[in-house]
């Protein structure tokens, strides 16, 4: 049942930020800086685990991933406005937000 109700979290949000990016980039760009998915994960791990101590970790660990993220968001802008393929863009962010989680995930291991 949990699936289900994590599924429907996930698509809401989804289709929900593909609709209001039709009439506002601005308000869809905001419902995307929320941690709605996150908020949601933490509570449905809650109900499932009832462990507070997992729901720190998680909530710290997340914090640190966040971070390596963020630059994709300028390069993907940069991108797009200097006139390169979306697809080929994409990648681009992909390859740097994965080489950032690996320096993350290094100094992390090094705390």
């Known amino acids: 049942m949990l699936i289900i109700v994590k599924t429907i979290i996930a698509a809401l ?60 968001f300028l390069l993907l802008s940069w991108l797009m406005r200097n006139e390169y393929h979306f697809y080929w863009s994409l990648f681009l962010c992909c390859v740097l937000t994965a080489a950032l989680f690996a320096v993350t995930q290094y100094l992390l291991l090094k705390t």
């Open 13 to 72: 949000v989804i289709v929900g930020v593909g609709e209001i990016s039709k009439r506002s980039s601005t308000l869809s760009a905001f419902l995307l800086a929320l941690p709605i998915v996150s908020i949601a994960a933490l509570i449905l791990i809650y109900i499932e685990s009832k462990d507070k101590v997992k729901i720190a970790d998680i909530s710290y660990e997340t914090f640190w991933y966040v971070i390596p993220s963020l630059p994709m």
